[in-house]
């Protein structure tokens, strides 16, 4: 099917037709991401899988996408189409969903069975993401990528927003636990169709060049070495630590909204759609100040600002204070993301961003798992108890500051500021988002690295 598909768009090629496509599918992905697996933490509370479970599921599963993207370039090779590996993924994502409405009508699923489903669902679409970014790299022209890819961005943000808008409606406006189950099913349901809608719109777009040469597939070592003679691999590593303490609390807020503070499904919706919404209104802000300060002054900025986010859920938690962290906690996060993409893979030469990004994906998800693994140990260890979570939130900020001892270490590279084309994979407390960098968005620059070392400002 996807082979047929892919063969079809070897014609004639318009560029106009898969521009408006473009759009109009990263506005569908969008959808699913706000509407999908965003809450599906809270499903797993609804069906009482337990508040260790709902943490897991929002985390462990995104390993499968650092992985999936090892064997990828041998399924490209196969296929000889980026654009194939990328429908084969998208429908694969797509089917996901599947099980999760079948067991939201049952009423029921265990532990096993919804992290094998959140295991496909983020294996495949994370797999997407070095193919998707090499082959719409050759399809946008060169003069056309900052605007296209910053418009896309904005059309899929405003989407995720509006499905999760919509998906938490749903579920405050809904009572019994018989009929919030019956929501969860439309909610996946329409998630689901989402992606259906994301693969018929890839599949509209063109592959001008079958396997783009302008892009090379590196293996990990040569990957890493890029990185060490680009002079960022300090970078890399302060990454990994951060991601690490971060989610040693990160994917336990959301269990701990709903069984510690009783939250309603519509004050959970207000609080992570102010993290997220300060986040997408920042983000051009903290792109001027880049342009007048400089990457790595803004990098120091978002990584001594998300120090306290996590902390300060002790000192309260009352809903107007919970609502200012979030604001706070979106703000500096779009600072830190914008300040590492900048300094990160600006200083990779084009050619190997892709190969770049699967190791980056590869650290980071590792990270992430180690991290949550660790507090879900701890919180276990203590019983789920209410103080085992203030536990985790001081932990996490004590390590993020921490953490900024390797900040010291990163050389001072110049990088020009520059907007970063994103794609948003989730939705998630204290960090607002999962943001994939789009690498065909970012222009072709590597200057060398200096010797001297990142100064705080």
């Not at 099980?99 to 994370?126: E, Q």
């Not at 893979?345 to 980071?364: H, K, M, Q, W």
């Given at each position: 099917m ?30 699913m991401?706000?509407l ?28 499968a996408?650092?992985?999936?993207q090892?064997?990828?370039?041998a399924?490209?090779?196969?296929l000889?189409?980026?654009k194939?590996w990328?429908?084969v993924?998208?429908?694969?994502q ?6 999760l ?10 532990a ?18 070095p193919a ?17 890819f ?7 943000q ?15 406006w ?26 018929a ?6 592959e ?5 040469s302008g892009?090379?597939r ?10 060490r ?8 590593a ?10 040693v ?10 069984e510690k ?17 300060a986040?997408?209104?920042l983000?051009?802000?903290?792109g ?7 990457a790595?002054?803004?990098?120091w900025?978002g990584?001594?600002?998300i ?7 002790i000192v309260s938690d009352g ?24 300094m990160?893979?600006e ?5 190997d961003?892709?190969g770049?990004?699967?190791?980056y994906?590869l ?17 276990y ?8 979570y203030?536990?985790l939130?001081?932990?996490s900020s ?5 953490a900024l001892l390797?900040?010291?270490r990163?050389p ?12 948003t994979?989730g939705?998630?407390?204290?960090t ?13 620059q590597?200057?060398p690295?200096?010797?001297d070392?990142a100064?705080a400002?």
């Amino acid at each position: 099917m996807v082979s047929g598909i892919v063969n079809g768009q070897q014609g004639h090629h318009d560029l106009r037709r898969d521009l408006i496509a473009g759009h109009a599918e990263g506005a569908a992905y969008g959808g699913m991401v706000g509407l999908g697996e965003t809450y599906l933490p809270a499903f797993v509370l609804a069906v009482g899988l337990g508040e260790i479970t709902a943490g897991l599921v929002a985390s462990v599963p995104l390993l499968a996408g650092g992985l999936m993207q090892m064997i990828s370039p041998a399924a490209i090779g196969r296929l000889a189409s980026h654009k194939a590996w990328v429908l084969v993924c998208a429908l694969a994502q797509a089917l996901s969903f599947v099980p999760l409405v079948v067991a939201a009508l049952w009423g029921g699923i265990s532990a096993p069975a919804v992290l094998l489903v959140a295991t496909l669902y983020w294996g495949a679409g994370l797999a997407t993401g070095p193919a998707w970014n090499t082959w719409m790299g050759a399809l946008v022209p060169r003069p056309l990528r900052a605007r296209f890819f910053a418009e896309r961005t904005r059309l899929s943000q405003l989407a995720v927003l509006a499905g999760f808008l919509v998906g938490g409606a749903a579920l405050q406006w809904v009572g019994s636990r018989d009929a919030v189950l019956l929501a969860f099913a439309g909610l996946f349901l329409a998630a689901g169709l989402c992606r259906v809608v994301s693969f018929a719109l890839l599949a509209l777009q063109a592959e001008p060049v079958p396997l783009a040469s302008g892009m090379r597939r590196i293996p990990l070592g040569r990957a890493w070495g890029q990185i060490r003679r680009a002079g960022s691999g300090p970078l890399l590593a302060y990454l990994v630590v951060v991601q690490g303490v971060v989610q040693v609390s990160g994917p336990y807020f959301t269990p701990y909204m709903f069984e510690k503070l009783d939250l309603s499904y519509a004050r959970y919706v207000v609080l992570l759609s102010a993290a997220f919404v300060a986040k997408i209104v920042l983000l051009p802000v903290w792109g001027r100040m880049a342009h007048r300060v400089g990457a790595i002054r803004l990098l120091w900025l978002g990584g001594v600002g998300i120090v306290p986010t996590a902390g300060l859920w002790i000192v309260s938690d009352g809903f107007a204070w919970l609502f200012f962290i979030q604001v706070l906690a979106g703000a500096v996060w779009a600072a830190y993301e914008l300040g590492f993409f900048l300094m990160f893979f600006e200083s990779i030469p084009e050619d190997d961003r892709t190969g770049v990004l699967t190791f980056y994906n590869l650290a980071n998800t590792a990270a992430w798992v180690l991290g949550s693994a660790a507090g879900g140990l701890l919180l276990y260890s203590l019983g789920t108890a209410r103080i085992g979570y203030l536990l985790l939130f001081g932990i996490s900020s004590a390590g993020r500051a921490a953490a900024l001892l390797l900040l010291w270490r990163v050389p001072a590279t110049v990088v020009p500021a520059a907007a970063v084309g994103v794609r948003t994979v989730g939705v998630r407390p204290m960090t607002a988002s999962i943001d994939a960098p789009i690498l065909p968005a970012l222009p072709d620059q590597a200057p060398p690295p200096v010797e001297d070392h990142a100064q705080a400002p």
